[in-house]
């Protein structure tokens, strides 16, 4: 594999996603789209600065406000699945969380929706969106289990926390033939795929998740 580090990044940051890449690479991420956007992307600056030492290895980290940073494995695999049938014009994100999901979508996609019912945590990330010079991301606040009704209907969905079942709101704003990436599950989580075709929505699991849940109506 060979993954060529964006200007934006340069220095040890730099070299430090493109080695994450790599491992990535070496458990089984082969989209080069992905591997690259994670290679450009400065982990870093997504994590409490008490923890920036850990922020290239392969996990996840808290974040404050109860919530973490996903393993970048993971989110790796959902940003891999979710344009495995081809790239979408834009992306739905449910949970924005740290900005690093949103990051990762935002080189892949022309535009990004993402949904954050933490304000401070949205305020955050909105910052380091801008530091890497990223502007083709539109944030709401507002509740997850709502989605994003009058941008809809979306492509490609991605969910970033585990509600228990799967969100209604979120399948009507499915567009026909698109493509829904959740974790489901409480004690137990299952990352899932769904598809619609017409009224009929197809589920395919991937594999056990850990996720903070989706929390409903809590927006703070």
């Given at each position: 594999?060979?993954?060529r580090?964006?200007?934006r990044?340069?220095?040890?940051?730099?070299?430090?996603?493109e080695?994450?890449?790599?491992k990535?690479?070496?458990?089984?991420?082969?989209?080069?789209?992905?591997?690259?956007?994670v290679?450009?992307t400065?982990?870093?600056?997504?994590v409490p600065?008490?923890?920036?030492?850990?922020?290239?290895?392969n996990?996840?980290?808290?974040?404050?406000?109860?919530?973490t940073?996903?393993?970048?494995?993971?989110?790796?695999?959902?940003?891999e699945?979710?344009?495995?049938?081809?790239?979408?014009?834009?992306?739905?994100?449910?949970g924005?969380?740290?900005g690093?999901?949103t990051?990762?979508?935002a080189?892949?996609?022309?535009?990004?929706f993402?949904?954050?019912?933490?304000?401070a945590?949205?305020?955050?990330?909105?910052r380091?969106?801008?530091?890497?010079?990223?502007?083709?991301?539109?944030?709401?606040?507002?509740?997850?289990?709502?989605?994003?009704?009058?941008?809809?209907?979306?492509?490609?969905?991605?969910?970033?926390a585990?509600?228990?079942?799967v969100?209604q709101?979120?399948?009507?704003?499915?567009?026909?033939?698109?493509?829904?990436?959740?974790?489901?599950?409480?004690?137990t989580?299952?990352?899932?795929?769904i598809?619609?075709?017409?009224?009929?929505?197809?589920?395919?699991?991937?594999e056990?998740?850990?996720?903070?849940?989706?929390?409903?109506?809590?927006v703070?």
């Open positions: 594999m060979n993954v580090v964006g200007s990044i340069g220095g040890k940051s730099g070299r430090s996603g080695i994450l890449a790599q990535l690479h070496a458990e089984g991420i082969v989209n080069q789209n992905v591997l690259q956007a290679a450009r400065p982990r870093h600056i997504f600065e008490i923890l920036a030492h850990k922020a290239y290895d996990t996840a980290l808290p974040i404050g406000q109860g919530q940073i996903s393993q970048p494995y993971i989110v790796a695999k959902m940003s699945l979710l344009i495995a049938d081809g790239i979408p014009d834009s992306i739905l994100e449910i924005t969380g740290s690093y999901q990051a990762i979508l080189q892949l996609t022309d535009k990004v993402s949904v954050e019912r933490i304000k945590l949205q305020w955050q990330a909105k380091r969106l801008q530091a890497m010079d990223l502007h083709n991301v539109s944030m709401k606040h507002g509740d997850g289990w709502k989605g994003w009704q009058s941008k809809a209907p979306f492509k490609a969905i991605i969910v970033t585990a509600p228990n079942v969100p709101a979120l399948l009507d704003q499915l567009e026909d033939g698109g493509r829904l990436i959740i974790p489901v599950g409480e004690q989580q299952i990352l899932k795929i598809t619609r075709e017409g009224d009929t929505f197809n589920e395919q699991q991937v056990a998740v850990r996720f903070v849940p989706l929390v409903p109506g809590a703070t």
